[in-house]
């Protein structure tokens, strides 16, 4: 052939080869349907992609060449020696009463201190990280095209960049139908090469260096025997707990397992070493290990070589549990094309001023994915089910005096209630600590919940400054969530066996720990409002604290239902109503604000970061606040005070579940304005890129408000109480329309679709029995018709509601026209 003829030719091909290539390496990241897409990888852990099945959580940096995945297990809590138990000083306790009675409120807390042996405030054993997978990669030519996800439908995270042979990505979730994590990773023919390891985590991603060393200094003393082996194409990962004691974790094993397609795989002495493969599957495990002499290695390997190496259907199987849960709800605000912007992109373009309706959109979804992530057997820590250093943010334990009620306030109306039975089940196997709480501290039978446990419930959270130990309201609150999750699944198994039998303990407590006054009132005392001090005095040591105060009506009228229900404790029920007669009445101070603490002897201190004296709007509304207008403006100008006090001028926007108390609270009271102020510093202060919630202004890793933002849209477009819903009961004006999906209701409703202009609103509703229910408008009703001409819809005398039969199983649609 002639050499003119070759030249096309050539030119041809390699065109062709250029086109090719350029095509594949351009290819983008394809935005999930619901969803995020991020520009930029994770400076530190905070910022990683987090993924999880509950049990199992990873921390995916997103680094191309040089990943970190860090995991964790919703067990590990490191062991610090035996717990210790509060001393027996039941008999001592008049003395605590004495001094308070006097106003001698420091010289209280003081004592309780000395009396309780300790030698200082005492955080419960600490969650931390198990390990550090690394993963490090070569490119040839430039990193390009990078970008990162999360699916929140499949639970799926992918890292994705190019270089100059094409398009890499890593895709990794933990699944909760196999109970391990899964990673893949693809790329050009036979350009994957990595390097595997698993190693202690190492906490030096952009932390100050005292952080570092005291990260360093308590691994040193207290992890231990760390041996790390690879064969069989695995690499298994052992330390020890230098600290455990009888009942907690003595080690933890990791087991990696690679499974190749083709190319070579190189074991080392502490790493697997992969060349030229076109794509390479992994599973990971973690186990926690509480008899030394059981190893659980051989049988995760044995586990793992039974599963099928199809990535699709591994995931796919994940998806049919995660996806099932995650879809029962979607919210629509009108976000539109904004959701093709990476989250750098929505988080600038959205205000305080101007709130972007695609970010709030992905937030509401980004939350209920997170808290779907990180629960299994135990409710959320304060990280959730992540961690990424040794000395996390208060131990990162289960805060009960507003950080755990926050994380889980959406489970219910958010139609996870399947999730719920993570907090009751982790309630009941706390009781026998909180009995010797109560006996030991308060000389009373019962329980009583302490502000801080992990894995025991004793009252260890005293220092002379501190009075967290007397804090009372814990097991009530608790009790609260028990009796919803009857009142929005029937289960009246629940009701019998779990509800009212931890109800009761809860009461027998306040029926010991209740003392009269010289006028017959209660008096709770010794008491703390959680972390709050009066403004005029020096000590958190106190009495009749308004949330104690609430929260034990709130108990003892659900007791009083819950036992006519059941025809039981009829003994109790008259003494339980003489209780609820005899508490102290709502305080308004000089200021026109519910006090804290009722008593005209201390002072209110609202520029604090806690809301307690709302509690009793946390969920909804009493009947006395709701039968009294003075009341409800007292309470409003309280959120009206802590907005102005705290928030505004807020920069550092420390504690962002603060701002869900007060946004429930207003929603409570149909405040729609309040709690849509609340709802913009809470979209645009406390998230990061990757869609993590904060605990302050966009820092320290916190699922606080991926439990509790949620439940404030939820709650300002659907309130519902047994045979009642109320639609829009606090919408802004700000929100004139929209559409929300699948919220549950109390009374075993669910709302299947609920749209809304300024006029009009279109609601589909179900109900899992055969009722009649009164459905409140937020205005007179002008006109409504219906799908189902059986339907029977009825008046009731008030233009703003209807009766409404419904039947078992039977979807009915309402057009509903509105002044």
């Known amino acids: 052939m002639k050499s003119s003829y070759l030249i096309p030719v050539i030119f041809l091909v390699l065109q062709t080869f250029l086109s090719f290539g350029t095509t594949a390496k351009t290819t983008k990241l394809k935005v999930p349907e619901r969803g995020f897409i991020s520009s930029e990888p994770a400076k530190t852990w905070e910022e ?214 083709n190319g070579k795989l190189i074991e080392n002495r502490e790493e697997i070493e992969i060349k030229g493969a076109d794509k390479v599957l992994v599973f990971f495990d973690v186990e926690m290990i509480y008899n030394p002499a059981n190893s659980k290695a051989g049988q995760i390997k044995n586990q793992m070589s039974q599963l099928t190496t199809n990535y699709e259907s591994l995931l796919q199987r994940h998806t049919n549990i995660h996806g099932e849960i995650f879809n029962r709800m979607k919210l629509d605000l009108g976000g539109g094309k904004d959701h093709n912007l990476t989250t750098e992109e929505l988080m600038e373009k959205s205000t305080n001023d101007n709130m972007n309706m695609a970010l709030l959109e992905k937030l509401f979804d980004a939350a209920r994915y997170n808290i779907i992530s990180c629960i299994g057997e135990l409710p959320p820590t304060l990280q959730g089910i992540w961690g990424g250093t040794y000395v996390p943010g208060w131990a990162s334990d289960f805060t009960h005096n507003g950080n755990v009620p926050s994380a889980i306030a959406s489970v219910l109306m958010g139609n996870m209630p399947e999730l719920m039975l993570a907090y009751t089940s982790y309630m009941e196997y706390m009781v026998p600590y909180m009995e010797i709480n109560a006996k030991h501290i308060f000389n009373s039978r019962g329980i009583v919940l302490p502000s801080r446990s992990t894995t025991n419930a004793y009252n260890n ?134 006090k804290e603490w009722l008593t005209p002897k201390l002072e209110n201190n609202d520029a604090h970061r806690h809301s307690s004296q709302l509690y009793a709007l946390y969920d909804g509304i009493p009947e006395e606040i709701k039968q009294s207008e003075e009341l409800q403006e007292a309470f409003k100008k309280s959120i009206v005070y802590k907005l102005d006090k705290h928030w505004r001028d807020n920069r550092r926007g420390f504690m962002s579940f603060g701002l869900v108390q007060l946004g429930q609270a207003a929603t409570s009271l149909g405040e729609g304005e309040l709690a849509y102020e609340c709802l913009q510093h809470l979209v645009n202060r406390f998230w990061l890129n990757n869609l993590a919630s904060m605990h302050n202004h966009r820092s320290l890793f916190n699922m606080d408000i991926s439990g509790g933002m949620p439940a404030v849209i939820i709650k300002m477009l659907v309130a519902s109480g047994p045979g009642e819903i109320s639609l829009l009961p606090a919408l802004s004006a700000k929100l004139p329309k929209g559409t929300i999906e699948g919220i549950l209701c109390r009374g075993q409703v669910e709302v299947k679709k609920l749209s809304w202009d300024r006029k009009n609103i279109s609601l589909s509703l179900v109900s899992m029995k055969d009722q009649e229910l009164n459905l409140v408008l937020p205005s007179e009703i002008v006109s409504i018709s219906t799908d189902d001409e059986s339907s029977n819809i009825n008046e009731t005398g008030d233009k703003t509601s209807r009766k409404i039969k419904l039947l078992k199983g039977k979807m009915i649609s309402l057009d509903i026209a509105i002044r």
């Open 461 to 594: 959270a005293l220092n002379p400054s501190f009075a967290g130990g007397f804090w009372v309201a814990g097991a009530a609150w608790a009790a609260h969530f028990f009796y919803d999750y009857y009142l929005y699944t029937g289960d009246k198994e629940f009701l019998v066996n779990h509800c009212l039998p931890f109800m009761e303990k809860v009461a027998l407590f306040f029926e010991d720990y209740l003392y009269e006054d010289t006028d017959g009132i209660y008096v709770f005392s010794p008491t703390q409002s959680p972390e709050n001090t009066p403004g005029n005095i020096d000590s958190q040591g106190s009495f009749n604290a308004t949330m104690d105060v609430a929260a034990a009506k709130e108990l003892l009228n659900n007791s009083i239902t819950v036992s006519e229900q059941l025809g039981v404790n009829q003994d109790k029920i008259p003494l339980w109503k003489t209780m609820i007669k005899k508490m102290p009445p709502y305080m308004i101070d000089k200021n026109g604000i519910i």
């Open 48 to 261: 990683g992609l987090i993924c999880g099945n509950g049990t199992i959580g990873v921390n995916i940096l997103s680094r191309p060449l040089e990943e970190t995945i860090i995991f964790s297990h919703e067990r590990l809590f490191l062991p610090k020696g035996s717990p210790t138990v509060p001393p027996d000083n039941s008999h001592l306790l008049f003395e605590i009463r004495n001094l308070i009675d006097r106003g001698l409120y420091r010289q209280a807390t003081e004592l309780a201190f000395e009396l309780s042996g300790q030698d200082g405030f005492m955080y419960p054993d600490p969650f931390v990280p198990a390990f550090d997978v690394n993963l490090n990669m070569e490119s040839v030519g430039k990193v390009e095209d990078y970008m990162r996800s999360v699916d929140f439908q499949t639970g799926e995270a992918t890292v994705h960049w190019s270089d100059d042979r094409g398009v890499f990505e890593r895709k990794m979730f933990v699944s909760r139908a196999d109970g391990l994590a899964v990673l893949l990773i693809t790329g050009p023919k036979g350009a994957v090469d990595f390097r595997l390891g698993i190693n202690p985590r190492k906490p030096s991603d952009k932390l100050d260096s005292k952080t570092i060393s005291s990260s360093y200094r308590v691994f040193e003393n207290h992890v231990s025997d760390i041996v790390k082996t690879v064969e069989d194409k695995s690499i298994v990962y052992k330390n020890s707990f230098s600290k455990a004691y009888p009942g907690s974790i003595y080690a933890l094993e990791g087991v990696a397992k690679v499974v190749l397609n």
